[in-house]
């Protein structure tokens, strides 16, 4: 009975790793061939699926066809002007189907296992072979189209040689040498050095032509000031002038005036007393205060008549005398 319960378990087991071998799977980010007894039998790539093979003959190769990448760090170039530069990139590229078998059988040993190996050299050839055309201080200027052109040389390679399609490529890092980075640092210093000169020159001479324009705007100021003066002055002078000619002329018309009244009044004077004799004696009796004078005009034993007296009541008219 145990005997046969061993020989049952043994058929089982043996059943289980046929059919156990009698099958595989290639998942979704990959692609597979099959080789039996060293002879690759599918003529096209396995896609993703479960999948029958002869159990214990047949072998399955897989291979990533989704999207990978390869670094190449540290690798050193020299430019055209004889500088080593150190630089780091990497690439990302895909498998396409139609590569898949020539990877698996016709690049390298049988399989996944290569395919680094063989782009590295491709890499640093193409990388190599660009910036030997480069002058050292144009490197960072000219990153970019540095970029480009190596993309491009290595898309072609790594598609004519092994199929490879390649998405992008990265330039992650440029190391210059230490004597190159040192003299890089000195002309940037006699740079900064030159710079600092042509400042201090600049600053010499706005302040230089600051001082000019100030010293024009206070002689502008002090002309215009002498200029506002003299004017005063003439204006003033002018004024006064005038002034003394308007003075003069006001005197000479007053004068004038007077003259013309009084001899108006002594033409009214002399017309009274010609109509009217008696007019002369009425004034000097009018004006006089009462005190006789200390002075007598006249000569002989006769005193001067200052007084005309009215007539008498016999007609005669009387005369008073001064002593």
Do not use: C
Not at 70 to 96: C, E, H, M, W
Not at 111 to 124: M, W
Not at 205 to 227: C, D, F, L, M, T
Request: charged residues 15%; hydrophobic residues 45%; aromatic residues 4%.
């Amino acid at each position: 009975m145990v005997r046969f319960l061993s020989i049952g378990v043994g058929v089982v087991a043996v059943v289980g790793a046929i059919l156990s071998s009698s099958f595989y799977v290639v998942q979704p980010t990959e692609m597979a061939g099959v080789r039996r007894l060293g002879t690759v039998i599918t003529d096209q790539p396995v896609g993703p699926g479960l999948h029958l093979k002869m159990p214990f003959v047949d072998v399955v190769d897989h291979i990533q066809t989704s999207l990978d990448t390869f670094k190449l760090n540290g690798l050193t170039v020299y430019t055209v002007d004889n500088q080593a530069v150190t630089v780091n990139l990497g690439i990302s590229y895909r498998i396409p189907a139609s590569a898949v078998l020539k990877l698996l059988y016709g690049v390298g040993r049988t399989g996944n296992v290569d395919i680094s190996e063989n782009i590295r050299p491709v890499l640093a050839d193409r990388v190599l072979r660009v910036f030997s055309t480069q002058n050292t201080v144009g490197i960072s200027a000219n990153r970019e189209q540095i970029i480009a052109q190596i993309t491009k040389n290595v898309s072609e390679a790594l598609n004519g040689i092994f199929g490879l399609e390649i998405t992008d490529l990265q330039l992650s890092g440029i190391t210059y040498s230490t004597s190159f980075q040192a003299s890089v640092e000195a002309a940037v210093q006699a740079k900064n050095d030159a710079i600092r000169a042509e400042n201090t020159v600049a600053k010499v001479r706005y302040e230089g032509e600051q001082s000019k324009v100030q010293a024009a705007a206070q002689a502008a100021v002090r002309i215009a000031q002498a200029n506002g003066e003299a004017e005063a002055a003439v204006a003033q002078a002018r004024a006064q002038r005038e002034a003394a000619i308007l003075r003069a002329e006001g005197a000479a018309q007053a004068t004038t005036l007077t003259g013309e009244a009084e001899a108006r009044i002594i033409q009214q004077v002399g017309s009274a007393v010609a109509s009217n004799p008696g007019v002369v004696a009425y004034e000097t009796a009018h004006r006089w205060n009462g005190t006789m004078p200390a002075t007598m005009l006249g000569g002989g034993s006769n005193p001067l008549t200052m007084l005309n007296l009215p007539a008498a009541p016999d007609g005669r008219t009387t005369s008073q005398h001064l002593p």
